[in-house]
């Protein structure tokens, strides 16, 4: 598997329910960003967890992230129809400043 | 506060051709960061400047591209004598300093005929 692979691949839910997204790398990190983005647009930069953090939340999201694991998670809460975008972890390793991305998670959140 | 800027949003090239892709930071940026995005796939790094430096140009292809961040006006990412394989979006992020979040503008998409 690459540096910030997503799992799963497509998630489809209806409005209200939770979504989580997982996220797996394998090099030592600084921190770990979750981002958006929706069809032909730009990424949209949600969250940023540093290595020596543990979990973090924003409004709906709630990221956690277990270093030991090399892994962390994106969970949305009461999921909106406008939340239906591609979902991608970047690594940024401590070798350096590049990010390294995984390749997404589709939600689509029915109505 | 404008966010990153990055023109044009569609680029149609011939074979052969040059392409340049621009990209302004935000305001108070001084770290720029290029990544070219093939269709559903993730992003993928290709080179990091400061101001009038490159910092790390390990993702670059190694012959026709290249990639400048001048004293004044924008980064320029220049892709010479462009092939159907050069057919991406190319995203432009900055940040503030380096470990901090990258914000990203929306991206030129490279048409190659």
């Known amino acids: 598997s690459q540096q910030g692979e997503e799992d799963p691949q497509a998630l489809s839910i209806q409005e209200g329910e939770n979504a989580t997204m997982n996220c797996s790398y394998k090099?030592?990190?600084?921190?770990l960003q979750w981002y958006r983005q929706n069809s032909g647009r730009g990424l949209v930069h949600l969250i940023l967890?540093?290595?020596?953090?543990r979990e973090k939340h924003s409004g709906r999201l709630r990221v956690t992230l277990d270093t030991s694991k090399k892994s962390s998670s994106l969970l949305i809460t009461a999921s909106r129809a406008a939340d239906t975008a591609s979902y991608f972890c970047?690594?940024?390793?401590?070798?350096?400043?590049?990010?390294?991305f995984g390749e997404g998670t589709q939600l689509t959140v029915n109505p | 506060n404008a966010g990153v800027m990055q023109n044009p949003r569609h680029l149609v090239r011939r074979r052969g051709q040059e392409a340049r892709l621009r990209c302004s930071p935000m305001?108070?940026?001084?770290?720029v960061y290029w990544y070219r995005q093939l269709p559903e796939e993730g992003l993928k790094f290709m080179v990091y400047?400061?101001?009038?430096?490159?910092?790390?140009e390990s993702g670059m292809p190694k012959e026709r591209f290249s990639a400048e961040f001048p004293k004044e006006g924008p980064s320029i990412l220049r892709i010479q004598q462009v092939v159907r394989g050069d057919s991406a979006a190319y995203f432009c992020?900055?940040?503030?300093?380096?470990?901090?979040?990258?914000?990203f503008g929306d991206g030129t998409r490279l048409s190659i005929l």
């Open positions: 400047l400061q101001k009038e430096n490159i910092i790390d």
């Open positions: 967890i540093r290595s020596n953090e």
């Open positions: 970047a690594t940024e390793e401590t070798s350096g400043s590049r990010l390294t």
């Open positions: 090099t030592s990190i600084n921190n």
């Open positions: 992020a900055s940040s503030h300093a380096i470990r901090e979040p990258q914000h």
């Open positions: 305001k108070g940026h001084s770290h």
